[in-house]
């Protein structure tokens, strides 16, 4: 694999140090950060270059809880309104996912990765449906991570919602592909990792949830499940299995460092320390939660009790400094507080989505500019206009960079846009009038 010179950007690196670097470059060999050091260290070095004068350089970004099939869902007018989540499960989401075939589970997963690679997103935690078109959809979307050359973290939705046969299928499909990725990941695969799919608590039997968590141990899985997105889930949880959402969760062997629980908006203060104490990670989806009038995590609360807080977009959107900006002014308006939740906001997307994606991807240093880490990077059109250090850089990141467009985006050393067009063997075109095509197919079934 050639060798890739970064220069003249300002470096943000976000190591342990937070450094910002002036005059320095970024090499980059196989796929990986060989050094980062003053430019005149590389004087003598013939390679491919990459100029990034007057722009920002940074770690690619994670999303930490996407659902790429959302694809389908832009624009989809033909809905009953829904007055609670339950309804917008029932009357969206519900109908959306038993329509979709594998082609569809490719096509919007495709383009969902390209909206990934423009706004630097270069690593998504994926959670996927499809239960009539279940066996064989993760290898589907893995075959469009392929191809657009990003890295995923892939799980099966399992639930109870569709009977006990698509339950089982649910179960199957995840139990056989972790065994795929687990034999990938040996041969140095980087790409594609996997994670044991759960819906939420009210979908799913107590059976379920005991022949998955058998499965998933015997494999060394953790889960990636929603919890306590809405009141409702907790009150069912409740008045069902007499316990809360995380306590049932615990019994069943759900819990662990390895597990992502997206939401945790409704989740008790002592649900919360057995959040902690098992070092389960919670994603935070800020745009959904508003979106479906369902609450307000409070991830002040839970950062404050040790819990790696990672954020998502729940699929709202593929930018996660979008994401980010509304994080932040969201635990602001909800404290009545405006010195609230800055830190906590911009930690999880700068800091903890890194730690929880480099579990699945065995301490490959994703989300930093620092030698031997992954060489996932990204060059945003960002000229400070007042001074940039460690000190300003959060404010810089929310209130700038965050607003501004991404030029370039590299993965594992390979430069999948620059100048902002793909670098890719895609036919942007095609792939969109297809998925119109199957998306006003699969619109047919509301
Ligand atoms: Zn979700």
């Known amino acids: ?64 809880h996407m659902h790429f099939y959302s694809t389908f869902a832009r624009g989809l007018y033909k809905t009953r309104p829904a007055h609670n989540f339950q309804e917008i499960l029932e009357n969206l989401w519900w109908k959306l996912d038993k329509a979709l075939s594998l082609e569809a589970v490719y096509v919007s997963a495709l383009v969902a990765l390209i909206g990934g690679i423009r706004h630097g997103t270069t690593t998504f935690i994926d959670h996927h449906a499809s239960p009539n078109a279940l066996r064989g959809s993760l290898a589907c979307i893995s075959d469009a991570v392929a191809v657009a ?7 099966y939705e399992v639930s109870d919602r569709d009977g006990a046969e698509i339950a089982r299928e649910g179960i199957a499909e995840n139990e056989e592909f ?89 989740v008790n203060e ?57 994080a932040t002014w969201l635990q602001k308006l909800h404290s009545k507080d405006p010195a609230a939740g800055f830190s906590e906001a911009l930690t999880a997307l700068l800091v903890n989505n890194a730690r929880i994606a480099d579990r699945y991807w065995c301490h490959k240093k994703l989300g930093r500019i620092e030698e031997g880490a992954a060489a996932d990077l990204i ?33 594992n050393g390979r430069i999948l846009m620059k100048n902002k067009k793909l670098q890719l063997d895609i036919d942007e075109e095609r792939l969109l009038a297809r998925a119109r095509e199957l998306a006003k197919a699969l619109w047919e079934a509301f």
């Open 270 to 326: 002592q649900e919360q320390e057995l959040i902690a104490a098992s070092g389960t990670k919670v994603v935070h989806n800020p745009q959904s939660n508003m979106n479906n009038a369902v609450g307000v995590a409070d991830i002040v609360a839970m950062a404050g009790k040790g819990i790696c807080v990672g954020l998502g977009t729940d699929a709202m959107t593929c930018n996660m400094l979008e994401e980010v900006r509304v």
């Open 149 to 155: 050359r990003l890295r995923a973290c892939l799980a």
């Open 1 to 64: 694999m050639s060798s890739l010179l970064i220069k003249n950007g300002m470096i943000v690196t976000l190591d342990d140090g937070g450094r910002v670097l002036e005059d320095h470059g970024v090499l980059i060999e196989n796929g990986l950060i060989a050094k980062v050091a003053p430019l005149g260290t590389f004087r003598d070095l013939h390679v491919t270059e990459l100029d990034a004068h007057r722009r920002m350089v940074m770690p690619g970004l994670i999303n930490a």
């Open 379 to 411: 060059v945003i059109d960002y000229d400070p206009p007042t001074p940039l250090d460690s000190r300003s850089l959060l404010g810089h990141i929310c209130f700038g960079a965050a607003e501004s467009a991404v030029d370039t985006t590299i993965v």
């Open 178 to 266: 972790i065994k795929e990725c687990q034999r990938r990941a040996l041969t140095g695969d980087s790409f594609v990792r996997a994670l044991f799919g759960l819906h939420a608590s009210f979908t799913l039997s107590d059976r379920t949830l005991s022949s998955a968590a058998e499965k998933a141990a015997a494999l060394g899985s953790g889960f990636h499940v929603h919890v306590a997105e809405a009141e409702s889930d907790e009150q069912h949880c409740r008045s069902f299995y007499g316990s809360s959402i995380v306590e049932r969760f615990q019994r069943l062997g759900i819990l662990g460092p390895n597990s992502i629980f997206a939401h945790c908006v409704h």
